[in-house]
């Protein structure tokens, strides 16, 4: 039975991607690309999450083009929430990603 205490050990270097692993920026501004990346799919999600139960404006709204342009505004405003680091999440990413890489 494995430990649920212990820490997850796996190669910092190694990420997924839709084509198979590549190896991950191991340098500053690479890791702080991919900190401010996380920041923006997760505050899209939340945004896709807020926006879910709002209906549409019954005069002008709705349609096929609504619902499918929704999510790519959700994730521009991810986008525009990370920029910003308002929600602190890209900084604690980036923060762990450079103690990973100075331990391996």
Do not use: C
């Amino acid at each position: 039975m494995a430990d649920l205490n212990a820490p997850l050990m796996m190669d910092p270097t190694l990420q997924a991607s839709g084509s198979g692993i590549k190896q991950a920026p191991r340098n500053a501004a690479g890791i702080a690309k991919v900190a401010e990346d996380f920041e923006a799919f997760f505050a899209g999600l939340v945004f896709d999450e807020i926006s879910s139960d709002i209906e549409p404006d019954p005069l002008v709204g709705g349609g096929e083009g609504e619902s499918m342009f929704k999510s790519l505004l959700n994730q521009e405003f991810g986008k525009a929430v990370a920029r910003t680091h308002s929600l602190g999440i890209a900084d604690v990413v980036q923060r762990q990603l450079l103690q990973i890489q100075e331990v391996a």
